[in-house]
């Protein structure tokens, strides 16, 4: 497989890259992933290596940072909510909140001092932090560099000792300098997503491959966010569409999901679904969509609009993904569903106006940065031969 994108102007090796992340939710990982791809790519250095911080944890903690907001996220999104308003105050809860985490990360800390980086670079704001602390302290020189993986910039990603920001949008920016961040300390890249999504694939060929038919419109419904009985309100109302359509409906690691899914009769009707199970191809299944239902995480997000998915908001989070909503609605890439028995009705009136349908697509792939990951390693290219030029 050939990548055609263009190398920085300076080519610089770097000895050791380390990506930090941590498995709060899936995008924090897979940003990570596509920042590791990117430099091993690029070939940018000697060694790349990705690490989720709350494998350095202990059980406790792991349970309390990470599943802890996967229960808000299925039970209680409202709580989530209003946590993510509460502490979206900057500076006001740094002190209290990085000790109880310096508490427990102690392996994390050492791992970091014995593999030696040039570079830090940060997915998640954990990591950041604790990085930004021990920098304060002078007990860690590598560079730090954060990169944002929402639309929207949470008062939980400001860190006091950093190199560089890399954000999704100009209004973050915005917010940093705000702030009083130097602009020279920040760069709007995009969320990093897969090399693969800037990868031009043809409809046609992507919508043969997987048994689909070549002529209907087509629906990507990304199932991970709802409940059984949300699914099956969804499908009820999908089955209302006059229109002939075809749904791939994606229902991740959750196999029983998929049985019933497959189990369920469609005969008669004028919706054909078709169960997809956990896939490393979901770029060619976006290939084949024209629409996107569900909810807008950063990732997600950014990976359909690489694809110039337009979006229907479905079940968004409070919080992060709310706001992600309101750029994709700013931006006239997606439409919103408040009401999952209205779903069918929002989608036939969009799918039977070919004309707003095809502007939409446009938005999207305007709003789109599908480069995103390899813009992040050819700028930190750029600072560290700089920097390296000025120490010499």
């Known amino acids: 497989m050939s990548y055609s994108y263009s190398y920085a102007f300076f080519v610089f090796m770097f000895r050791r890259i380390l990506i930090l992340s941590a498995s709060v939710g899936n995008g924090h990982v897979t940003a990570a992933e596509a920042l590791k791809r990117a430099f091993e790519i690029k070939g940018l250095a000697d060694d790349v290596r990705h690490e989720d911080v709350l494998k350095f944890t202990n059980p406790l903690f792991h349970r309390l940072y990470g599943d802890a907001y996967i229960g808000l996220v299925n039970t209680m999104p409202e709580v989530l909510g209003w946590m993510y308003d509460r502490f979206d105050e900057p500076w006001k809860n740094e002190k209290r909140r990085l000790f109880f985490e310096k508490l427990n990360t102690r392996p994390f800390v050492k791992m970091v001092h014995e593999y030696d980086p040039d570079w830090i670079i940060c997915t998640h704001f954990l990591p950041s932090e604790i990085i930004s602390d021990l920098k304060a302290k002078k007990k860690m020189t ?43 300390k920040i760069t709007v890249s995009g969320i990093p997503i897969d090399p693969k999504f800037a990868e031009a694939k043809s409809r046609d060929a992507m919508r043969a491959k997987y048994g689909l038919e070549p002529e209907l419109p087509t629906v990507m419904l990304s199932l991970g966010g709802f409940g059984v009985g949300r699914i099956d309100t969804l499908l009820d109302s999908l089955r209302s569409v006059k229109t002939p359509l075809q749904v791939l409906a994606m229902c991740g690691k959750n196999d029983e999901l998929k049985t019933k899914l497959k189990r369920l009769s469609f005969d008669g009707d004028l919706l054909r679904v078709k169960p997809v199970g956990y896939t490393r191809d979901m770029d060619e299944y976006m290939s084949a ?70 502007t939409m697509r446009s938005n999207a792939l305007k709003f789109a940065r599908p480069k995103a990951a390899f813009d992040v390693a050819d700028t930190l290219n750029i600072l560290e031969t700089t920097r390296r030029r000025q120490l010499a």
């Open 142 to 184: 590598a560079p730090q560099a954060i990169v944002v993986t929402d639309f929207d910039m949470h008062a939980l990603w400001l860190c006091r000792h950093y190199e560089h920001y890399f954000v999704a949008l100009e209004e973050t920016r915005a917010y940093l300098e705000s702030l009083g961040s130097p602009p020279e």
């Open 289 to 358: 969509s024209d629409l996107i239902v569900g909810k807008p995480g950063g990732l997600t997000t950014c990976e359909a609009l690489a694809k110039g998915l337009v979006f229907v908001i479905a079940n968004p989070i409070p919080g992060q993904e709310e706001r992600n909503s309101d750029h994709l609605l700013e931006q006239g890439a997606a439409i919103r569903s408040n009401n999952p028995r209205t779903l069918g009705y929002k989608l036939e009136q969009l799918i039977n106006d070919p004309q707003r349908l095809n």
